[in-house]
């Protein structure tokens, strides 16, 4: 084992992944910026496009964070017109809202951009080859 702390740290994968996790929290959550817009914003945005309607339970766990994290998120995109929230006994749905879909397009954009940019820092690395690792050792980690 090295003496060298850093070395050390390098070669252990959850401290190489959380590092990883805040570099693309940062790189992302710049790029969104340059649209008004937190990337965690965008994300609950473009799931609700796709599948309107979703139950916070539902939503918390596509996104992988806690219910209360999902519900500061929900109240601050909700202030801003872009989901609508229904509440059906104790069921609390999101919807998103017709301005919500007009921004739509431009995060998908930025979602591109974003990809592409990562995908040439990335090279030579096979990038869908990466996606697909990290999945199989989320999945098998479940």
């Known amino acids: 084992m090295s003496d060298n702390i850093q070395e050390v740290l390098d070669g252990c994968l959850l401290f190489s992944v959380k590092r990883l996790d805040r570099a693309l929290d940062k790189f992302t959550e ?27 339970k539902d939503l918390a766990n596509i996104l992988c964070i806690a219910p209360p994290s999902l519900t ?33 397009p431009i995060i998908g954009e930025v979602f591109h951009k974003t990809r592409q940019d990562f ?10 080859n990466l996606i697909d690792q990290i999945n199989h050792l989320t999945n098998q980690l479940k």
């Open 30 to 56: 710049e790029a969104f910026r340059e649209i008004g817009m937190s990337h965690s914003y965008a994300l609950v945005l473009f799931i609700l496009n796709q599948e309107n309607g979703k139950r916070y």
């Open 72 to 104: 500061k998120i929900i109240d601050k995109i909700a202030t801003r017109d872009f989901v609508a929230i229904a509440r059906d006994g104790r069921t609390k749905r999101v919807y998103i809202t017709d301005r919500g879909r007009k921004i739509v």
């Open 119 to 128: 995908m040439k820092l990335s090279q030579p690395c096979d990038f869908n």
